[in-house]
């Protein structure tokens, strides 16, 4: 849903004679103005368009202003200035509110010139806070991925750090570097050991610019520490935070893993990207772009548009476990052939993902019910890993692709479900044999 930016004042209180009075100064004054006399109206308005200016009353019957100032805040709807109001306040419940997001906080009753140089404050503070644009186009241009854009906007507009997750392959690079605005600094960094040493100096080296933290969930206690220690200083140094992560982050906190207090600071800006499957209406213009890269323009190569259709339907039809990554090796791959290019070459190419999974058996499923979380989680794993050991005959490399774990971590992991395997030869291990992973 579109919503749509207004000049209104928007004047939430349930006091009628309160509303009354500060329209009618600010309509003096040559403000527009909208009232809203409890926390429903208000989030209704703010769901239909973004106002100016909020002024809201903190003590309302149905809904308090400062947990109404949270869900703002939590659903990235807090792109306006806030000024809290109250005739009972207190310093912790001011401090609370300004902590959360607002900008200022006025007492009741409130004084005329006190009221509009707080006014006037406030908007002058939100012209410059233009609100920042963002083009996931690099993705695709599918609604999946428009929503996308539309939430890492709303994370960037209320000054959080954004958490980029997805399967591996959905573009968690390219959606960083679309973050950052033009001409400032952007700094990547593929491992946390930046910040377990020097945060402070990472920092200054990336002041006013943007900071890309990939693959979190692979950081160790020490380098998540330091990555903890960032975050209140985001704001004095002027840098946007991005992280990504393509491993479930919640299942590595729950395995005590991943520091929990950081994810649950961390996604406040959670937004997932979209794999490709959800939207094959985004492949073939990727196919064309992927192949322009791969061909470098080269006028004699064959158009990607003269593809026979059924070998464009399998392309399109794929599962695409690996995403965009996987899509652009394909295409790579075509580009060298050269030759024409038929259904069964693409299967070839994809192997088994160039189906969709099969379905579980519902016996299979029912039984995990029966069990505790972390028991249920296991057993999933075990048939899991079972069934794609067997599919990719324990070619490694490929079973660590489908899973879309680094071989380190699939071991590891095979290990700690005590799921026995063999090492190809032809898999890049380097030796044959047999044992516990």
Request: aromatic fraction near 4%; charge should be neutral.
């Amino acid at each position: 849903m579109t919503v749509a930016t207004s000049q209104d004042i928007l004047i939430v209180d349930d006091e009628v004679g309160i509303r009354e009075l500060l329209s009618e100064i600010l309509q003096d004054e040559g403000y527009r103005v909208a009232l809203a006399e409890n926390a429903h109206q208000a989030r209704a308005y703010r769901q239909r368009q973004q106002p100016a200016l909020v002024l809201l009353d903190i003590w309302m019957p149905d809904t308090d202003g400062v947990t109404l100032l949270r869900e703002w805040g939590a659903s990235g709807q807090l792109t306006m200035p806030v000024v809290m109001m109250s005739g009972h306040g207190t310093v912790e419940t001011a401090v609370e509110a300004t902590r959360i997001g607002a900008i200022d906080f006025l007492e009741k009753p409130i004084g005329l010139a006190k009221l509009l140089s707080t006014i006037a404050r406030a908007l002058k503070s939100a012209a410059v806070r233009e609100p920042r644009r963002v083009s996931l186009a690099a993705l695709g241009t599918a609604q999946p991925v428009r929503d996308a854009e539309r939430a890492v906007e709303q994370v960037l507009a209320a000054r959080k750090p954004l958490l980029l997750l997805g399967e591996s392959g959905t573009g968690h690079d390219a959606a960083a570097r679309a973050v950052a605005a033009p001409g400032t600094p952007f700094v990547s960094i593929a491992g946390g050991s930046r910040l377990a040493t020097n945060p402070i100096a990472l920092l200054e080296e990336v002041r006013e610019g943007t900071l890309y933290c990939a693959e979190i969930g692979h950081y160790s206690k020490v380098e998540q520490k330091g990555l903890a220690f960032l975050l209140p200083k985001l704001e004095k140094y002027e840098t946007t935070l991005v992280c990504a992560s393509a491993e479930p982050l919640g299942n590595l906190a729950a395995e005590g893993k991943f520091d929990a207090a950081l994810l649950s600071q961390l996604s406040v800006g959670a937004v997932m990207l979209p794999p490709l499957r959800t939207r094959r209406e985004d492949i073939p213009p990727l196919i064309e772009r992927f192949w322009r890269e791969a061909t470098r323009g080269d006028p004699s190569a064959p158009l990607l548009a003269a593809l026979p259709p059924p070998a464009l339907g399998a392309l399109t039809g794929a599962h695409w476990p690996g995403n965009l990554e996987q899509l652009a090796n394909v295409v790579a791959n075509l580009a060298l052939v050269r030759a024409e290019v038929t259904p069964d070459h693409v299967k070839r190419l994809l192997g088994e993902s160039a189906q969709a999974p099969q379905a579980v058996a519902p016996e299979i499923t029912s039984r995990f019910f029966e069990l505790p979380l972390r028991e249920a989680r296991e057993a999933f794993e075990r048939i899991y890993f079972e069934q794609l050991l067997g599919r990719e005959q324990s070619n490694m490399s490929r079973v660590a692709e489908k899973a879309g774990l680094e071989r380190t971590h699939l071991y590891r992991k095979l290990k700690q479900l005590n799921i026995r395997f063999s090492r190809r030869i032809d898999d890049g291990s380097g030796g044959s044999g047999s044992g516990t992973g």
